[in-house]
């Protein structure tokens, strides 16, 4: 993350986000597939390491792509097999959103996972601090323990989707996004962007 200095003198956080441009590698249409995408391939990978499937696909492009994402949308008339995308097709204030993996964070109790406030700090309690208490019993669970319990467990490594940030610059020659506000993982992390 950085900050970007805006005309009248505001001071905003932004996330730098490199996008190379991608190319269109398929169209999916209703006739064909019974619905409209655009597949796009991104990164490139050797030869040797492209699976027979995926060098046949785009034999036509003449190169192995590492990534394939598709998109649904309505006009696919626009796009043809081969073009390529990049950030000019984002415009300056545009709101968008961005997928991606969160930061794994191993296994936590539940007063990390979950918010817990864990067990009093007096009264004779010794090791309850941070313990989650009880989880029900033979009342209302019949003597198991229910579906989706909050629990310690795995933290993070989840798919997460954070709507509603403005495109604060597009630096079309660096191939880079500046978005206000933080984007879910570390450096490194595959996004996906939406218009």
Excluded: C, W
């Excluded at 979950?114 to 009880?134: L, M, N, V, W, Y």
């Amino acid at each position: 993350m950085s900050q970007n200095f805006r005309g009248d003198g505001a001071v905003v956080p932004v996330t730098a986000i490199v996008a190379e441009p991608m190319t269109v590698t398929q169209i999916k249409t209703v006739e064909t597939d019974g619905y409209n995408a655009v597949q796009l391939g991104f990164g490139t990978i050797k030869e040797s390491r492209a699976k027979k499937p995926q060098k046949g696909h785009t034999k036509a492009l003449g190169s192995n792509f590492a990534h394939f994402r598709e998109f649904r949308i309505d006009d696919i008339a626009s796009y043809k097999v081969g073009d390529k995308v990049t950030v000019a097709n984002f415009n300056l204030g545009e709101k968008i959103r961005v997928s991606g993996t969160s930061k794994g964070k191993g296994f936590q109790g539940v007063v990390k996972r979950h918010g817990f406030k864990g067990g009093s700090r007096t009264h004779g309690q010794k090791h309850s601090e941070r313990e989650p208490g009880a989880i029900g019993g033979a009342g209302r669970a019949g003597g198991r323990v229910v579906k989706g319990m909050r629990m310690a467990g795995r933290m993070g490594g989840d798919r997460i989707t954070v709507d509603n940030l403005k495109i604060e610059a597009v630096l079309p020659e660096q191939n880079i996004l500046l978005v206000t506000g933080s984007v879910p993982g570390s450096r490194g992390t595959m996004l996906e962007i939406t218009a």
